[in-house]
Every structure is written in C-alpha cells, then in structure tokens.
C-alpha cells in the first residue's frame, strides 16, 4: 500500500508539461460607456458553460456579460506548426480554431488555420454547430497534428470555424475543451483523451492556477500536480457522474448563514467563465445580502466598502472555500466595484452554480480523469 502511495506521488512530480497562460482583459468600456447591452452582450460575451447535452450536436452556451479577463495559452496544430491563442476550457470538449472557411469578418481579426499548408491535414465532411446565447459557432471537423507545448496529439479531430458570431474583440482565437468525450459536438475524440490513450502523459490529470494579481504566472499543467501552485492539502470531490467537471456543493453561506444552494445543489468548475454564475433570483438574494446596487445587468458596491464585507462560503464535500470581498468586487473604469457574479439564463432542473474564474483564482484545481474527481486546494 505504502510503496502505491510512493510511487503515484513520484509519477505525479514527473514529466508534467506546463502550459503557461497569459490573463488578457477584455474591453468592459464600450459596455459601460455605449450602455448598448444587448450589442455587448453579443459581441464580447464570454462564458462557455454548456446548458444542455449534446444529444442533437448542438451545445448551447449561454452568452452573458463577462467580468474583465480570461485566459489564454498557445497551441499549435498542422505541419509545419500553425500557432492559435486558446482558452482551456473545462465546461466543453472541443478544439476549435478559425480556418480559411470562415466567411464572417470575425475570423479576419484572428489567427486562421490555414489546412492547405498543412501536409499532415486531413479533411472530413463531418459538420457541427454550437449555438450561444447571443451568437453561433459553425464548422466542419478536420484531423490534424495538435501540440500543447511538448504534448503531441497526432490525426487529432478538431472543429474549422466557417462562421462564428459573439468573439469580436475578443484576445483568443479558439477554444480548447477539456470535458469529458460526452459532451463532445464535433463528435472526435477530444486532445485530452488521444493523450492519456497513447500514454503521452504519466497521469490522466490535468490542473489549473489562476494568478490573482499577475497577467502572467498562471498556468495549465498536465501529466500532473506540481506542488509548488498550492498551500496545504489538496481535497478531493467526488464528480456527481462520470461525465462531466459537476460536483455536488452543500451550502453557499454568509456569516455563517445559508443564503443559497439549501440542501444541496451542483456545482460546475469551469476554468471558461469568468465569474461566478447561479440562479437569477438566487444571485439577486445574495446581491442584496450584500447591499448591491443593480445597474443593468451588474451589480455594484461603492469600494470603499469592500473591506467591510463578508466573504461567501462555498461548503464543498463539507469543507468550506470562502470567497472573501476582495476576490468577487472588483474595480471597474466607472470607480465602483461590480459583484462578479452572474445570473446564469440557462434553464436546468437542478439548482445549478458555475464556479468560474474568480472562484479559481483562490483555489488552485485538478481534473483527475484517472478517479473522477477534482481536488481543490488554496492556491499560492
Ligand atoms: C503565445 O504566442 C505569442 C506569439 O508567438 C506570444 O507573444 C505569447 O507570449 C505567447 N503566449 C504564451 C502564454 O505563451
Ligand atoms: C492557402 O489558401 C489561401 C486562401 O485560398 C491562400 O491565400 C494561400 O496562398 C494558400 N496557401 C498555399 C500554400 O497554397
Ligand atoms: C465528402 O463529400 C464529397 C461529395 O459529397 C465526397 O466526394 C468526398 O469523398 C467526401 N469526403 C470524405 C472525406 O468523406
Ligand atoms: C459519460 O460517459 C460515460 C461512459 O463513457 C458514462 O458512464 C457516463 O454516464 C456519461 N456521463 C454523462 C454525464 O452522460
């Protein structure tokens, strides 16, 4: 038993590729400053939390009002290597990059996969759509050599954009899902997956740390944990199914009062949203806890209070991860500090909560495909 232990805890410290990522922000100006909602939400909408399955090979993302940054990391694909700027999605499960196909004036603003320069392409006649809230994704899968830093994933399937709305002006040109198979729309393999099968990583886990303060330091890595991103231990939760990045959460509390999730309720780790999102009336209660102001679809708090507001706590697996004020206020270019959280449009049976970016900037996460589980851990 004891040498088991060992040996995992040597493998997990070997051969892990770092992928490091760089936090880009996103314009919140033209928002505030046009006050043109409905064209913001459209053109510079971000969250990619995935509301329903993938049965008809259509995903719907609901398409909302992002806080200010996301994060991205290079990939190449083709021979010679072709670079694209990605985010590392956890809440979808499939690569996709603009290609020469793309006929809308989006694809013109980023880096095109260009097939016909590639020796290694292979082309399929397989189509795919993904809708967002507010905008469409379309393309046609293609096979071919993906490389995440040192990591080689040949003949890989991967989605060609032919036509794309809701990533204007947005500082990436894909995305690079990293869900389960199941919830794949181009209905390939997805990279991860071709990874651990033609065992180029030591270890079917990969794990994610978000720098609170710097654009620069965070990173992706995989084949493994590196030690050196958390403090303390790493816990592990259980996912609800195999399937899917969804864990059970217990509570969300405030001073040490229930204020959601009563009961129990899900939990999404989703490294492609930014803020945190949960049922409408749910967030408003919270926001009003708070002594939020709404302001469109934002909430906001004079900063000078910040510091004397409670943290949230997420009771995960009956251990608390408490969100203090100074993680979820943030300063806009108006001087007031928004609330970073979201009504989620989606409509789902259960009581459904995303914890995106803000919430995994404090706690470092690992995706282990090996068991099933996240681990969550408080983050350097
Ligand atoms: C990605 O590549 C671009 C261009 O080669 C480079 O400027 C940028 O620093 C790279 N980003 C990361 C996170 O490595
Ligand atoms: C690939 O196709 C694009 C668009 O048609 C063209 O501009 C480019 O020159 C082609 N590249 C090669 C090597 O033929
Ligand atoms: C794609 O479709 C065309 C015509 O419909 C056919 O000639 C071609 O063989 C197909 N290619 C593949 C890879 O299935
Ligand atoms: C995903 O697929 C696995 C088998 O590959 C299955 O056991 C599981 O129930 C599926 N999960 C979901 C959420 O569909």
Redesign the pocket.
Known sequence: MKWLVLLELVAFSECIVNIPLTRVKIMRKTRSEKNMLNNFLKEHAYSLYQTSSPGSNIATHPLRNIEDMVYVGNITIGTPPQEFQVVFDTASSDLWVPSLFCTSPTCSSHAIFRHNESSTYRHTNKTFSIIYGSGTMEGVVGRDTVRIGDLVSTDQPFGLSMEQSGFEGMPLDGILGLN???LSFTGGIPIFDNLKNQGAISEPVFAFYLSKSKPEGSVVMFGGVDKSYYQGVLNWVPLI????WRVHMNRISMEGQTVACYGGCEALVDTGASAILGPRKLVDKIMRFLGAKRRGFEHYVSCSLVNTLPSIDFTINGINYPLPAQAYAIKDSSGDCFINFEANPGSTSAETWVLGDVFLRQYFSVYDRGNDRIGLAQAV
Request: net charge negative; proline share 14%; glycine share 14%.
């Open positions: 389960y198979p199941n199914q195999a399937g899917d």
